[in-house]
Every structure is written in C-alpha cells, then in structure tokens.
C-alpha cells in the first residue's frame, strides 16, 4: 500500500499593533483626548502624559482633566511639548506605546474683543474714561494707549485733556492681556475735545469810592478755574478804560460807570461779568490844616498858609475872630487892629474845583495880645571867674513884666541855670556866658532877649594875690608853668615879704605841671608866674616814666620802683605826698641827691610824686 498525502499548512492571521493619537489642538485651555486609532480595542490601558521631560501627575478630578485620556492644557505651560504613552498588557503581552501628535503648546486667542468706548465729557480739563468692555475669557489686567494725531499722550485708564488740545481729537486703544493667550488690542472711536466752561464766574466788583478823582480797581474775584482778565471801564455806555484800575474825571461827575471783567484761559470759553451801575459823585479834596504865621500883636500883619491841597484848587480866606467872620478880611494875610486884642483869631481856607465838592478847613486860633511899649536888653554883673556869682540885670520894661532867665554857656542852655543869679563852674572854664531874659505879661506878646556875652571864663589868670571866697574859690587847680611858677597858700596872717602865715608852698619849672589845692579854711593864694590856673580834674594814662614837675598817682604815674636817670647840677630833688596842699604835713617821704643816680618807691597809696632836676624817672620793678 502507498503513503497517505500530507496536509496543507493553515494560514496563521495577522494582528495589527495597537496606535494611539492625540485629538484636539494643542492650545492653552483646550483639551486634548488619547484615542486608539489601530490595532484590536485595549483594555485596562494607563495613559501617562509629560510636559516637557516630566511626566505630569493629576487628579482624574482635577482641573487638568476629566480622566486619564482628557488633558486640558494649562496657561503656563505654554511653548512646552506635551506628549504621552499608553500602557497595557501584563507580563509577556505587556505594551508601551507612544501617543502620536506630540507637539509644543500654542497660545490662544480671545474669543471675544470688544472696541472699547470713551466715556465722559470731551472737554479741556474733564476726565475721560476708557470703558473696555467684556473681553471672553476675561482679561486678567488691560493696557491704555491714549492719541491724538498720532502721538501717544497717556497710557492710564482716563485722560484729562489739556487747553492746548482743545479742538482736536482723541482716540483710546485698549490691548487686553491674559497669561497663555495673544494680546488683543482694539481702538476706538474718535472723540473731539470741545471747550471747557468756568465753574466759578463771580460778578466784579469795584474797589474805591466812585467820584471824581478817586482811584478806582477792578476786582474780578476768584474764578475757578484760574484766568487772566481784561477789563473794560464805560461810562454812559462809552468806552472809558482798559486797564485795571481807572480815575473818574471831573466831567464824568454825575455819570454812570460800569466795569466788565472778561476771563479767558487756555481751553476756555472767555466769559464776561459787568458790574452794576454806579453814578459818579463829586471829587474829595485833600486838604491840609492850614497855619498862621506872624507875630501875633496888635499892629503885626498875619499871614495865612494854605499848605498844597490835592488835586490843585481856586482858594478863599475868611479870618475870624473869635469864631465870627471879619469884615473884609478876606486875604490871605490879615492886619491886626486893636479891636483883636486879648480874641482868638483864626483863617477859614475855602478850595474850589470843577467836579469837587467845595472845602473848608480852619486853622488853629492865635491870641492876639499888645506889644511891650518899652523893652531893654538884659546885662550881666560880676566876676567872670569860677566860682563867682554872675547876675542879671533888667532894666523895666512897660508895662511892668514878669521875667525868666535861662543862662548860657556857649550859646547852649545850662541845665537848672534859671534863676537870676549863677554860680560859675569849672564847666564855664574857658567858656563865654549868656542870659536869656523872657518878659510875659498877660495881653501882652512874650518877649525874649539876651544878654551880650561875658569875656572868656578864668580862674586866676594874673600873679598876684586872690582872697580865697572872694576871688578865687577852694577847690584843686592845675597849671602848666608860663615859666618858672611859684604859689603859696596863706592864713590871715599871711605876709609875703615876712614869710608869715604860710600853709603850703610849690614850685614848678617852666613848661611842667604844678597842682595845687586850696582848702576852704586859707585866706589868700598867692602865685607867680604860673600863668592861668584850670580846674583840675583827675583823669589820665598812669606811665611808667615822669620826669620834672607834679604827678598824680595812678593818674599820671603808675605805682612801683623807680630810678632817675641823671643828676643836674646843683643836685635833685624828690618828694612824695599825700596831697596837693604843699604843706609839710603832706610829705611822706623825701630827698636830696647832690650826684649820680638815685632810686623811689612810689606805692598805690601815694597820691602825688613831685620831682626837680632828677632827669627822666624809669619804672624799674613793681
């Protein structure tokens, strides 16, 4: 028997692999869905997605997507690739294949981009709003691009439109911004800029009194906003002023006078505001008090002084006496009669001018008194020496007067020196006196006159002998020598050729100082070519160097141990004491130096050093 034949292979089928491709755009906030597109249907499969090289994990819940094949693509994830794979299978059948349509995420676009609309009113200074509208999805924050005539001029929500931009037109652009969306932009409609209207436009007012001669100012008042102002003065109707103050004139009395005030600013509509009427009245003068000039006695010719009336006037004169007009005395200067005696008399001035109310002023009152029929110059007797008493002599006057004396020094009033009589200081040394003799009587004109003036004041100017009370007062006295000088003080039994009844002595060379000081209880001082004697007053620059003559300590000298610098022939001599008198009991200390030089020690309370032929002293040591 033969072989059976083989049977033919059965075919074996083919299993096309399972593929997976996105579906849906890859743009923010559109979601994408993983589907099977080939191979037999995959169950139990995991879907793990990556942005970028990190695989992203999420709630199914969540925002990202409904499940694991659902993924809704996030604002920052943007210009990232998002890719994913699918699992499935288990051990030997286990699969991972990558999704198809990888790619990187695209921004979005608006669904919905409103043209923005400009609110508010379109004029200088008003606010403009941009009112963006609703933009889908919403836009999380906007941008402003205000314009005219191309050029940008703001970039915030609202505009406020200058003077300068009045009349041209404003446009607003408004670009909404979201995060992983294209910016929109839209622009809107045109607007023009009208002009703006002033909020405050007060009525003016006019500062002054409205007459004739009066500065009269406009005053606008507070505008709002500011303006500049120009002003227009009319009267009756007519053109009158343009500046911003004006002065009514004497024709214009009885006038009307209206001020408008016209506002313009920048951006604005000029507006004009007139004041009510004000009829022009009569003009003011200003005028001083006038004054009367002229020796007020019966006989003296008065004189009026109008003084300068403003603005210039046609005056009168009216004198009065009394209060009551004079008959015919209507000048300006006015003569005194008897009938004036012991009246008051005054001057009414009267100013007169076109457009003016007329004026009259009156000055203050005069009374009018007699002269004296007879009057003499006072004369002055007594010793023109210090300490001397002057008096004045006045002969009588007619009628009799009662008299005050002021007496002068030099022409100048001696403070308390009003009596009769004056006792002449140390201060009228040198000096040359008056008397000023003032006569009063009641009805009669005050009278004042004075004295011829006395010889240049002296002490004791001549040698000689002066009784001391009499001629010569007590007191301290200095001397720069005439030449050599010599001085005694004496009591009452002084005698010179006997040498009795002397106190005190000196004796200065020629050219140095002598001191002398005369007590009260001497009788009589004698001096010899001293020449005029001073009163003696204490003040100085104390040296450190003296030579010949009287010093006073702390004055002239300064205290502490001095050495003279030569011996004259004949030899020197010292003395110090503590007084000016030249008595021995003065004398302190004292000596005689026949040669060579010799040393003093002068102390604080030393009061005077006195020195002959000892050549310069020089301050050694305190």
Not at 30 to 40: K, L, M, N
Not at 85 to 93: A, H
Not at 571 to 598: K, N, P, Q, R
């Amino acid at each position: 028997m033969g072989a059976a034949p083989a049977l033919a292979d059965e075919e074996t089928p083919v299993v096309e692999p399972a593929a997976f491709a996105f579906d849906g755009d890859l743009v923010v906030d559109q979601t994408i869905i993983v589907e099977q597109v080939a191979g037999e249907a995959v169950v139990d499969a995991d879907v793990h997605w990556f942005v970028g090289d990190a695989e992203t994990e999420f709630e199914v819940t969540g925002a990202e997507a409904e499940n694991d094949f659902d993924l809704t693509l996030l604002p920052e994830w943007l210009g990232e690739t998002v890719w994913a794979t699918v699992s499935f299978g288990v051990d030997e059948d286990a699969a991972l294949v990558e999704v198809a349509g990888a790619g990187e995420v695209g921004a979005a676009s608006f669904t919905t981009a409103p043209t923005p609309v400009i609110s508010g009113a379109a004029k200088v200074d008003s606010t403009l709003t941009a009112v963006t509208g609703e933009f889908v999805p919403a836009a999380t924050s906007y941008g402003y691009a205000w314009s005219i005539g191309g050029v940008v001029v703001g970039d915030e929500a609202t505009f406020v439109p200058s003077g300068a931009q009045k009349g041209k037109s404003v446009t607003v652009a408004v670009t909404g911004y979201r995060d992983g969306y294209l910016d929109e932009t839209r622009t809107s409609a045109a607007v023009t800029i009208g002009a703006a209207s002033f909020t405050s436009a007060p009525a003016p007012k006019i500062s002054g009194t409205v007459r004739v001669g009066s500065k009269l100012t406009a005053v606008p008042g507070s505008w709002a906003p500011d303006a500049t102002f120009t002003y227009a003065w009319k009267v009756d109707g007519k053109s009158a002023g343009t500046a911003a103050t004006f002065t009514p004139s004497a024709s214009q009395r009885g006038k009307k006078l209206t001020l408008t005030v016209t506002a313009s600013r920048s951006g604005y509509t000029s507006a004009s505001k007139t004041t009510s009427s004000a009829t022009i009245g009569y003009g003011a003068f200003s005028a001083p008090t006038p004054k009367i000039t002229g020796t007020a006695t019966v006989g003296s010719t008065l004189k009026a002084s109008a003084g300068t009336w403003s603005p210039k006037a046609t005056l009168s004169y009216q004198w009065l006496r009394d209060g009551k007009a004079i008959s015919k005395a209507t000048k300006s200067s006015y003569k005194l009669t008897s009938s004036d005696w012991k009246k008051k008399i005054t001057v009414k001035v009267t100013g007169k001018a076109s457009g003016y109310s007329t004026k009259s002023v009156t000055s203050s009152s005069v009374t009018i008194s007699k002269a004296f029929t007879k009057v003499k110059t006072p004369t002055i007797s007594g010793t023109t020496r210090v300490g001397f008493t002057l008096s004045a002599k006045v002969a009588a006057w007619s009628p009799t007067a009662s008299f005050t004396y002021q007496w002068k020094r030099s022409g100048v009033a001696i403070s308390g020196a009003t009596k009769s009589t004056y006792v002449l200081t140390a201060d009228d040394y040198g000096k040359t006196i008056t008397v000023t003799v003032t006569g009063k009587k009641s009805g009669y004109y005050t009278r004042t006159l004075t004295s011829t003036a006395t010889a240049k004041i002296t002490i004791a100017a001549k040698d000689g002998v002066y009784k001391v009370g009499t001629d010569i007062k007590a007191g301290t006295y200095t001397v720069t020598a005439a030449s050599d000088c010599y001085w005694e003080r004496g009591d009452s039994t002084w005698s010179y050729e006997d040498y009795e009844g002397i106190l005190g002595w000196g004796y200065s060379y020629e050219g140095t100082r002598a001191i002398v000081t005369i007590s009260k209880t001497d009788k009589v001082f004698y001096t010899e070519g001293c020449g005029a004697w001073a009163p003696y007053a204490s003040v100085g620059t104390p040296a450190t160097s003296f030579g010949d003559g009287t010093h006073e300590v702390g004055v002239h000298v300064q205290p502490g141990l001095y050495e003279s610098s030569e011996t004259a022939w004949g030899g020197c001599i010292w003395e110090l004491a503590s007084g000016f008198g030249g008595s021995d009991d003065e004398v302190i200390d004292s000596d005689y130096v026949e040669e060579g030089t010799t040393q003093i020690r002068i102390y604080p309370e030393d009061t005077a050093v006195i020195s002959w032929d000892c050549g310069t002293w020089t301050r050694i040591s305190d």
